[in-house]
């Protein structure tokens, strides 16, 4: 059923074709006075169409004579397909499709089977993007696909096809947050070109599984942990996927899935604080008004990796207070920066500004960082963006030197310990996720008095 002639004439030869007995019904109201006078095994409909829509033609049908509904989709019919999904529409088709979708989604409907086997979950399979990042722009490459659940994604949006800005304001509005694109596809979105290893055995592939899902848990754990109500509840949704959708992208490559692994293996508090970091870049990122997803992308894989050089230091070492260690041990501990950026260095695929991140996330501002004592213009900025994430997580989260501090008393003290060691814009960037006034306040002085000298 749909309004526009020619496509229910087209669609109607096509599944007579194939042995099926078709009537057609230019609208809603027509199709129900059909369903009321016969029997019938399925319909097709499309969403949009006047007066009465595929989705309140879906609930009547629930209603009075229950039998599977297919519905034909598009990226207009985003919400209204969450929607028929929770109704428990069978199958859905985003135009346009090709014979053998629609042949494939009624042989499932009859059968009682899902069309094509796949995975119990595919939430490992798609990565989520902020619904903000399409604002800027009317067209994306690459199918567009929405969450129905863990076990089902539907492409609403065909590579290339025009987005409407002001359908993409609405649906933000409505409280729909992210769309999604294949793990594939959003390698390509981010730039990041990576060569997956083909011939891996089945035991592999199983090692394989379990090793993101420890990865993806205990991620999932850590961002939940850092929710605070101050925040700005979508940013912190956005900036979450962000973390999560590198970190799946990461986990693609089977080398740099080993350097996770074994980051979270050294060290449970280590990979934590290395997720958290991750987190706070791409937060402060987002606070700075960055939108590449390149740029995104690399500030958060970068801060993931910030610390992969400590791997190769003994977990009785890095749990000492700075001022507990021996000279020969801050030598080794501040040998971390080098020793990561040898490591990732040797994998192909990694762009060179996550190696500079790597290499640069303890310089500062006035010089007094290390291993190079870079000033701010020899600094990267994405290294600046990490170099404060860092210190700021160090202070804020539970560890071995002490218990976590609030975030208005972590930014006092970062502040007080040298406002010239960190990047203003990034310390203003991370003042305003939190908004306390006590923290703007104690910056604004600062910055006059060594504006004065």
Same mark, same amino acid.
């Given at each position: 059923?749909?309004?526009?002639?020619?496509?229910?004439? $087209?669609?109607?030869?096509?599944?007579?074709?194939? !042995?099926?007995?078709?009537?057609?019904?230019?609208?809603?109201?027509?199709?129900?006075?059909?369903?009321?006078?016969?029997?019938?095994?399925?319909?097709?409909?499309?969403?949009?169409?006047?007066?009465?829509?595929?989705?309140?033609?879906?609930?009547?049908?629930?209603?009075?004579?229950?039998?599977?509904?297919?519905?034909?989709?598009? /990226?207009?019919?985003?919400?209204?397909?969450?929607?028929?999904?929770?109704?428990?529409? %069978?199958?859905?088709?985003?135009?346009?499709?090709?014979?053998?979708?629609?042949?494939?989604?009624?042989?499932?409907?009859?059968? !009682?089977?899902?069309?094509?086997?796949? &995975?119990?979950?595919?939430?490992?399979?798609?990565?989520?993007?902020?619904?903000?990042?399409?604002?800027?722009?009317?067209?994306?490459?690459?199918?567009?696909?929405?969450?129905?659940?863990?076990?089902?994604?539907?492409?609403?949006?065909?590579?290339?096809?025009?987005?409407?800005?002001?359908?993409?304001?609405?649906?933000?509005?409505?409280?729909?947050? /992210?769309?999604?694109?294949?793990?594939?596809?959003?390698?390509?979105?981010?730039? /990041?070109?990576?060569?997956?290893?083909?011939?891996?055995?089945?035991?592999?592939?199983?090692?394989?599984?379990? *090793?993101?899902?420890?990865? %993806?848990?205990?991620?999932?754990?850590?961002?939940? $942990?850092?929710?605070?109500?101050?925040?700005?509840?979508?940013?912190?949704?956005?900036?979450?996927?962000?973390?999560?959708?590198?970190?799946?992208?990461?986990?693609?490559?089977?080398?740099?899935?080993?350097?996770?692994?074994?980051?979270?293996?050294?060290?449970? &508090?280590?990979? $934590?604080?290395?997720?958290?970091?991750?987190?706070?870049?791409?937060?402060?990122?987002?606070?700075?008004?960055?939108?590449?997803?390149?740029?995104? /992308?690399?500030? $958060?894989?970068?801060?993931?990796?910030?610390?992969?050089?400590? *791997?190769?230091?003994?977990?009785?070492?890095?749990? *000492?207070?700075?001022?507990?260690?021996?000279?020969?041990?801050?030598?080794?501990?501040?040998?971390?920066?080098?020793?990561?950026?040898?490591?990732?260095?040797?994998?192909?695929?990694?762009?060179?500004?996550?190696?500079?991140?790597?290499?640069?996330?303890?310089?500062?501002?006035?010089?007094?960082? #290390? &291993?190079?004592?870079?000033?701010?213009?020899?600094?990267?900025?994405?290294?600046?963006?990490?170099?404060?994430?860092?210190? #700021?997580?160090?202070?804020?989260?539970?560890?071995?030197?002490?218990?976590?501090?609030?975030?208005?008393?972590?930014?006092?003290?970062?502040?007080?310990?040298?406002?010239?060691? #960190?990047?203003?814009?990034?310390?203003?960037?991370?003042?305003?996720? #939190?908004?306390?006034?006590?923290?703007?306040?104690?910056?604004?002085?600062?910055?006059?008095?060594?504006?004065?000298?």
């Amino acid at each position: 059923m749909d309004d526009d002639y020619y496509f229910r004439l $087209a669609l109607s030869r096509c599944l007579e074709s194939h !042995g099926y007995k078709v009537e057609c019904a230019e609208n809603a109201k027509h199709a129900q006075q059909l369903i009321a006078l016969s029997v019938y095994s399925a319909v097709i409909s499309d969403i949009q169409m006047p007066e009465l829509n595929g989705l309140q033609l879906l609930k009547w049908i629930n209603e009075t004579r229950p039998m599977p509904v297919i519905l034909i989709t598009g /990226f207009a019919d985003l919400l209204e397909t969450q929607e028929a999904y929770n109704l428990g529409a %069978k199958a859905f088709l985003p135009k346009p499709f090709k014979a053998e979708a629609i042949l494939e989604a009624l042989s499932a409907c009859f059968s !009682g089977l899902e069309p094509k086997a796949k &995975p119990a979950h595919l939430d490992s399979l798609y990565c989520g993007i902020p619904i903000d990042d399409f604002v800027s722009g009317s067209q994306i490459r690459y199918d567009i696909h929405v969450r129905l659940s863990a076990e089902k994604y539907l492409r609403v949006a065909h590579g290339g096809e025009d987005i409407s800005i002001e359908r993409i304001r609405s649906y933000r509005e409505k409280g729909l947050f /992210f769309l999604y694109l294949t793990q594939e596809d959003y390698r390509k979105y981010i730039g /990041f070109n990576i060569s997956v290893a083909q011939a891996l055995t089945s035991n592999a592939l199983i090692t394989r599984d379990r *090793k993101i899902q420890f990865l %993806k848990v205990a991620s999932e754990s850590v961002l939940r $942990a850092l929710y605070q109500s101050e925040f700005d509840e979508n940013l912190y949704r956005n900036t979450c996927t962000i973390v999560e959708s590198t970190l799946s992208a990461l986990s693609d490559e089977p080398e740099l899935l080993h350097l996770l692994t074994a980051l979270a293996s050294h060290s449970e &508090p280590l990979y $934590a604080h290395s997720v958290a970091v991750s987190f706070y870049s791409a937060f402060i990122a987002r606070a700075l008004h960055w939108k590449n997803p390149q740029n995104l /992308f690399k500030v $958060a894989a970068g801060a993931l990796f910030h610390d992969i050089g400590k *791997k190769e230091i003994s977990p009785s070492i890095l749990k *000492k207070a700075r001022s507990e260690l021996t000279i020969e041990e801050v030598i080794l501990y501040e040998s971390h920066t080098g020793r990561g950026t040898e490591i990732l260095a040797q994998i192909s695929s990694i762009p060179t500004d996550i190696l500079q991140i790597v290499h640069q996330h303890h310089e500062n501002q006035n010089g007094s960082g #290390f &291993p190079s004592r870079l000033r701010k213009d020899k600094i990267h900025p994405m290294s600046r963006v990490v170099c404060l994430a860092n210190e #700021f997580c160090k202070l804020a989260m539970q560890t071995s030197s002490g218990p976590p501090m609030t975030a208005e008393n972590a930014i006092n003290r970062i502040l007080s310990i040298g406002v010239e060691r #960190f990047d203003h814009d990034c310390m203003k960037a991370l003042i305003s996720l #939190f908004r306390y006034p006590s923290n703007l306040e104690l910056f604004n002085t600062l910055r006059r008095k060594a504006g004065a000298t």
